[in-house]
């Protein structure tokens, strides 16, 4: 009996390796190109990697990207990523229970575009002194759906937040958001002192713990602020 459990763990370590590995090598770089093709998905992303400030990421339509645990997706550049109603583009954990890092947009190149992307089981996607539109772009399943800091001009169009811990935060900037749902999360909208929203909030609602929170608020009943390093020591495993 005893035999017979170590193979099954064994087995299933095996199959776990080799469903991580399935697939698509993440592409380098080629004349400051970084292309992911329908044809060639799924990718994975084992570990983390920079699109550089000079290369552009241009995604297409219907292209699946499969990440491994603490798997950092950081973008410098250029970003186009274009999925379309029938064929979006799926950022994922390559384990259901494990939970990836994130994308990072940290670009200020020229505006972001992205469409029709899904992003699921990350632990924080972040735009970060960065400008651009994000449009019917789906935050499921992740810890942040998106932090938003020292951003001027972010636009959510059509988004959809569902089921993330903490859906929407702005530390610093600005987000228009135009018919975007922020609805069924722990935590809907959070805005620190220095962040902003504009636009319509009537699809903030039906979160657990709170809807819309804003920090100015919280301290005017505490009197009392989370240092920033309490922050910094909870996310530094990721």
């Known amino acids: 009996m005893k035999n017979l459990i170590c193979s099954s763990l064994v087995a299933v370590a095996t199959v776990a390796s080799v469903a ?5 090598p ?3 770089a080629e004349n400051n190109k970084v292309f992911l093709q329908e044809k060639d998905s799924p990718y994975v992303l084992e570990q983390s990697v920079v699109v550089g400030a000079t290369d552009t990421l241009v995604i297409e339509p219907g292209v699946t990207v499969l990440m491994g645990e603490f798997a950092k997706l950081m973008i410098q550049g250029s970003v186009k990523i274009a999925g379309t109603n029938d064929k979006p583009v799926v950022f994922s954990g390559a384990d259901s229970v494990a939970n990836w890092n994130g994308f990072h947009i940290m670009s200020s190149a020229q505006p972001f575009e992205i469409k029709n992307l899904t992003v699921e089981n990350a632990f924080r996607n972040t735009i970060f002194r960065s400008s651009g539109t994000l449009e ?15 951003s001027p001009n972010v636009t959510l169009a059509r988004c959809t937040f ?3 811990r903490y859906a929407l935060s702005v530390r610093a900037g600005r987000v ?3 018919g975007t749902s922020i609805s069924e ?7 620190e002192t220095a962040g902003k929203l504009d636009g319509d909030t009537d699809l903030i609602r039906n979160n657990q713990e709170s809807d819309i929170r804003s920090e100015a608020a919280d301290l005017k009943t505490s009197k009392k602020r989370v ?3 309490v922050w910094h020591n909870i996310e530094a495993r990721f």
């Not at 991580?20 to 698509?24: D, E, F, H, L, N």
């Not at 999360?185 to 805005?191: E, F």
């Open 20 to 24: 991580v590995a399935s697939g698509m």
């Open 227 to 229: 240092r920033r390093n």
């Open 185 to 191: 999360n722990v935590y809907g909208l959070y805005l």
């Open 26 to 28: 993440f592409p380098v």
């Open 136 to 150: 019917n772009v789906n935050f499921f399943n992740n810890y942040y759906g998106l932090w938003v800091d020292e």
């Open 176 to 178: 228009v958001s135009n």
């Open 162 to 164: 569902a089921h993330n």
